[in-house]
């Protein structure tokens, strides 16, 4: 039997733990109909982000990555997120400190800003925002954030999933590999790979042996509950100028959420940093829940925005791969989505997107969602007659 030919990217989206085990279960029906050989990069988010990097920087078993999951997905991260922030001594005298010293800078930086900006337009006839000082642009916050909850998760994924593995190090199947990420400063994507780390604004940074646990991290830091990453990388842009670049790194799914724009043909010119070709692109979004309360205080208010985007953006990104499709930009694609997860959906279809370790009955129904999405949609995929592997051939 020939090679199977890698053209299959794979994306992960967000959704904390829920992805995991969704996306879990994709994982299963694509090793099922022999389709994991096949996948050339995988491009995650978040939670997404997670499972990718247990999958492709690990050469073990298939079931003893599944061992690993469902350890992952019964412990959840959450408690020991709470644990390290607030029983390990150097986490929290650093958190605490960065809390004290950074963000009391930070205070009064904008304080600055706002008092001389108020001065200057009650003290001037015809003030004229667009000629505000320059100066005024630049106080900015004197120190960087260097400990917070987000790098007690990258504390955690660290020391109890990833070690000190390098995005530089090798991987199941040889296999490319993408965490995306989100830079506050310039407001574009970032994208950690194996081959280079960057974006379009700045470049690529120039030494790449960056953490897995870094990159993961920085792909799940959720702006209302983890805040940014606050670091500086040496940068050498396409005219092979190099430069320090301070960067503000969130969560991959503010831009992205399903980790698509580095397979996307029809992407924008600012995502055109560290993308990759393929014939086919399989999507597993795990979705947001479906939320039933009523978002009256601010942070309900901001998750439900956040999540009424995130729909719009699915549904442009689902008619951007029809278009892709039809024009023949790629052979063809599979977007899998929870609510395509047959009858175990209706019974899991509220639960959370956090971090918090899930019962058994709830990971078998999860799990089972995202391989019934995966074949309800294999179809779509269209394979060369002597490449196509039945379920039969992918067990031997």
Known sequence: ??????????????????????????????????????????????????????????????????????QLLRKGLAV??????????????????????????????????????FFLRHSRQNFNYNQTPDFIFKIRPPFRRWSSRTTALEDILRVNLFGRTLLTSPRRNDAEVIFNSCDLHSGTIFRFGNKKSGCERFGSITDNRLAVARAVAASAAHPVFFPAIDTAYEFQDTEGIIRKQNVLLSDGGILDNLGISCLSPQGRADEKFNTYKVDHIICCSAGQGEKKSIPYWLIPRIIRTSEAINRKLLDFEHENLKRSAANGLIKGFILARFSDGGPSREKIKNYPTNFCGLKKQDIALIVACGEAAIEKHLQQIIMEPELNFTASEAQK
Not at 19 to 45: E, T, W
Not at 80 to 103: D, S
């Open 1 to 70: 039997m020939p090679m199977a030919p890698k053209d299959i990217g794979l994306c992960f989206s967000g959704g904390g733990i829920r992805a995991i085990a969704f996306q879990f279960g994709c994982l299963k029906a694509l090793k099922k109909y022999g389709l994991l050989a096949r996948v050339k990069v995988i491009s995650a988010v978040s939670g997404g982000a997670i499972l990718a990097a247990m999958y492709a920087y690990s050469q073990d078993s298939f079931e003893g990555f599944e061992k690993r999951v469902y």
């Open 80 to 117: 020991r997120l709470i644990r390290r922030l607030l029983l390990y001594p150097p986490r929290t005298a650093a958190t605490i400190a960065t809390f004290l010293v950074a963000g009391t800078g930070a205070l009064l930086s904008d304080l600055a800003r706002i008092i001389i900006t």
